[in-house]
């Protein structure tokens, strides 16, 4: 017998038989998700379908470049899949250019930045704290290595963007590119005034809208486009679809810049298992539900910030025009770490996060942040997100009053939370 050159079952075995530790870890992963109620903001739940073709055969093609110009052969298939990729995107969105091939949020951004402007030049942006997101020139990300940074924030009074600083900004500073879009701000932006500012300024317009482009696709929050020259977004949060991100923009001239800066400026080769992920994930965009979907996301998000409020907490910007809210813990007395430790302990899932100007130390910080995208999909109305809102301030309630019986509060929490996620169930 000559030696086994592939595992036992390699073409047939299930990862049950093949690798019980991976294995064992994916049905816990569904057992935890089963009995809790996620609120990460960056989170939702894909179809079975967006499932199905991530595990699919595609994960072995390799090909360079973009449809009907690849460097390898055999592309014929995933031609056509990048193409309808693209071209939902165009539709959904409606513009006239789409790159669907960047990894992750931060790549897209990447690449419009080297698409847009050489190395030193300006760029204008909201800074980390004030919400922005790390590939926008924060001093940890290579972003800021790159380029020069120049930062806008938020009004400490409200909040919100200052929209004649941004303006002011811009003609000081005269930016490549102006960016708009944060991880946790949850108003909506005012893309004309934004216009304003990138054409004071001489600058491109670059909204990042990973939060709320599920919203724009389903007509629950205003278009960047036309005011917006460029537009990135994630697609795995309220678009619901697979991990990565999209590029989206108008102007042929920023076609051969913008491609070229994913492939081959950035990245190699596309996964298009995930390119097809996208493509399933638009399509559902397109249909009709997903109008209904965006509306429950908007209207679950506004109904868990005002019950938050009825229990005496401070949102960021007064509430939400997206599917995110930013809690301030200070007037609790609380820290971001412990709050989000304690809720996980009964079964509410969410992220501790910097608020404006946070002068908390960057471990524990003073916010929590809770989305709705994922929790809209499992099905949950109002009536479940008050409910959930009622048991977020038990626990901080209890944390703040430093309560004995902590743990006790967190178990019969936890227990609530399964009796309201229960007649939600998702892949059977
Ligand atoms: C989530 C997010 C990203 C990107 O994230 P990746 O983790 O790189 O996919 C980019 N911009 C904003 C505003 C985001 O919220």
Redesign the pocket.
């Known amino acids: 017998m000559p030696p086994a050159l592939l595992p036992d079952g390699y073409f047939s075995a299930g990862v049950e038989q093949t690798d019980p530790l991976i294995a064992q870890a994916i049905a816990r992963e569904k057992t935890r998700t089963r009995d809790v109620i996620e609120l990460i ?2 989170e939702n739940i894909v179809s079975r379908a967006v499932l199905e073709v991530q595990g699919s055969i595609l994960t072995n093609k390799t090909v360079e470049g973009y449809p009907g110009k690849r460097y390898h052969a055999g592309g014929v298939n995933v031609d056509v899949i990048e193409q309808a990729a693209i071209d939902r995107a165009c539709q959904l969105f409606g513009c006239r250019f789409a790159n669907v091939q960047p ?7 990447h690449a419009v930045l080297h698409a847009v402007a050489r190395p030193g030049e300006t760029i204008l942006s909201m800074n980390l704290n004030a919400g ?5 020139g924060a001093d940890a990300n290579a972003s800021s290595q790159w380029f020069r940074i120049v930062s806008y924030g938020v009004r400490a009074n409200d909040g919100l963007i200052d929209y004649d600083e941004v303006i002011a900004l811009a003609r000081q500073h005269r930016p490549r590119l102006l960016i708009a ?5 949850p108003r909506a932006l005012d893309f004309a005034a934004l216009r304003r500012a990138a054409d004071a300024g001489g600058a491109k317009l670059l909204v ?4 709320f482009a599920g919203l724009v696709a389903g007509g629950a929050h205003e278009s960047p486009f036309p005011h917006a020259d460029i537009v ?3 697609t ?2 309220s678009l619901r679809g697979p ?3 999209i590029i989206l923009w108008n102007d042929e001239a920023l076609r051969k810049p913008i491609n070229n800066a994913v492939f081959p400026g950035l990245q190699g080769t596309p996964s298009l298992h995930i390119v097809a992920g996208k493509a399933v994930a638009l399509g559902e965009a397109l249909q009709p539900s997903f109008a209904h979907y965006a509306q429950a996301v908007l209207a679950n998000a506004r109904a868990l910030a005002r019950r938050l409020q009825q229990h005496g907490f401070d949102l960021v910007g007064g509430g939400t025009d997206t599917p995110l809210m930013l809690v301030d813990l200070r007037a609790q007395g609380l820290t971001g770490a412990p709050a989000a430790q304690s809720l996980e302990r009964a079964g509410i899932i969410a992220n501790m996060n910097p608020i404006p100007s946070d002068a908390a130390d960057l471990k524990v910080m003073s916010g929590l942040r809770f989305g709705l995208s994922g929790a809209t999909t499992r099905g949950l109305g109002q009536a479940q997100v008050e409910q959930v809102g009622d048991l977020i301030a038990e626990v901080l309630e209890g944390l703040r009053s430093r309560s004995d019986d902590q743990a006790a509060t967190e178990s019969r929490v936890r227990a609530a939370v399964r009796d309201i996620v229960a007649p939600f169930p998702t892949y059977g």
């Open positions: 903001a960056s990894h992750s949020g931060s790549q897209a951004n922005g997101h790390l590939s926008h879009g944060g991880s946790a701000y990042d809208m990973a939060h990135t977004t994630t795995y949060k991990r990565g991100a």
